[in-house]
């Protein structure tokens, strides 16, 4: 066996779990469907005549609205928040490397000696590294507090797809009423399709199986809606 046949062997991809897009388009998706169904069925529940169904399609339409925006200003200030604290720490060991380069080099080392290094293959892996300073600071900041200076996350990219995400996702509980249907029922149904969809696909980044995330999701979004819906039978009654 070659070493084209070992590399083919042996080779393979990992998910980018890291991304910057990932985490708020996923969580944005989701909570787009299961807000907004809520929502339309808390105000399905305490409207049940004839005018209910326009006063669902404007909440449904202000609760996209709303949280759309929300969500991308709260991921564009979290994740410009931990971008730039971590920018900050990763300064602060660039200063650290070049004013004191020997104990810095010494600190790698026996990092690495407690990672399992032999304490000479230790000492020769540090020397290394810090033959440059960017490599040295890559390094460290991976070591110490567990941050690449070169994948850190985009806030306007957490910001759209978080933005984008729920918008899509908040839609798919309005859909049926802008169509001219008035029950409530074919948007719990497809409201619930796609959360089993949306938890499905999820499961592909994890070693859940298919069925256990959209039934998950599916178990969640029915307990949400059924409680909102009940909430607002209430609420309609004491108002009427």
Same mark, same amino acid.
């Given at each position: 066996m070659d070493s084209s046949d070992v590399s083919a062997e042996i080779g393979h991809e990992h998910g980018d779990v890291n991304a910057g897009w990932l985490r708020p388009a996923v969580f944005g998706a989701m909570d787009g469907l299961v807000s907004n169904a809520a929502l339309i069925a808390?105000?399905?529940?305490?409207? !049940?005549?004839? %005018?209910? *169904? %326009?006063?669902?399609? $404007? *909440?449904?339409?202000?609760? $996209? &609205? &709303?949280? *759309?925006? %929300? +969500?991308?200003?709260?991921e564009y200030a979290s994740v410009a928040s931990q971008a730039e604290a971590a920018e900050f720490e990763v300064a602060k060991e660039r200063r650290e490397i070049v004013e004191n380069p020997a104990l810095e080099q010494a /600190?790698?080392? /026996? +990092? $690495?000696? /407690? !990672?399992?290094?032999?304490? &000479?293959?230790?000492?020769?892996? *540090? /020397?290394q590294v810090h033959r440059d300073v960017d490599t040295a600071v890559a390094v460290h900041s991976m070591e110490e507090f567990g941050v690449d200076p070169d994948e850190l996350a985009s806030p306007l990219v957490a910001a759209v797809s978080s933005f984008v995400s729920f918008s899509l996702g908040a839609l798919v509980p309005v859909l049926p009423f802008l169509f001219g249907i008035t029950m409530l029922w074919p948007t719990m149904t497809l409201t619930l399709l796609a959360l089993f969809g949306c938890g499905a696909v999820v499961t592909r980044l994890t070693n859940r199986p298919w069925w256990y995330g959209g039934g998950r999701q599916v178990l969640l979004g029915a307990a949400a809606f059924a409680i909102t819906y009940l909430i607002g039978i209430g609420v309609g009654e004491g108002l009427a």
């Open positions: 808390g105000v399905a529940g305490g409207t !049940r005549d004839a %005018s209910g *169904a %326009s006063a669902v399609v $404007l *909440a449904g339409l202000a609760g $996209l &609205a &709303a949280g *759309a925006f %929300s +969500m991308a200003a709260g /600190e790698l080392a /026996e +990092m $690495l000696q /407690e !990672r399992g290094l032999e304490p &000479a293959l230790a000492q020769e892996v *540090a /020397e």
